[in-house]
């Protein structure tokens, strides 16, 4: 075990010790702070043999946190692929469900109802709520749903 080796693997242990971590991440961390390759790699295979590093265990922390933030699956997806974290949709909508316990359409619907209370009224709330949804990565296909059902509130 070479020094170099060793304060690498010194980094990352602090590193993990703050906060949970990928092993892209963790990676990326190392090389940012001057380890070579190789090092990096073989610290960061060690790491997940020693399951201090579970891209799994990482991969849920992050989406229950993102959903709790109104982020929709595809957004969750591509923020997870940057991260070295390959997930299908399902997957984060099986994650989604379970951090939550309530459908994607539901976090949208709630979503909208606390952002823009008069989209059901007024189109052009509508439209900006739309919008919004777009960009926290809900699909069309949900983003039209919600705009389809009228609000039963509306109705009283």
Sequence with gaps: MTPEFKT????????CSRRETSSADLMTYLYKKGYAKDIARAVCEEMVASNFINDE????L?????????KGALWIRSKLNEKGIQLS?????ALLQEATN?????????????KYPGAANDPKIALRASQMLLRNGYSFDIVRRINARPNPKSFE
């Design 8 to 15: 690498a693997r010194s980094a990352a242990m602090d590193r």
């Design 102 to 114: 309530v459908s994607e359409e539901d976090t949208a619907r709630r979503l909208i109802e606390r």
């Design 57 to 60: 265990r990482y991969a849920g």
């Design 62 to 70: 992050w989406v229950r946190a993102q959903a709790l933030r109104g």
């Design 89 to 93: 949709v399902q997957q984060i909508k």
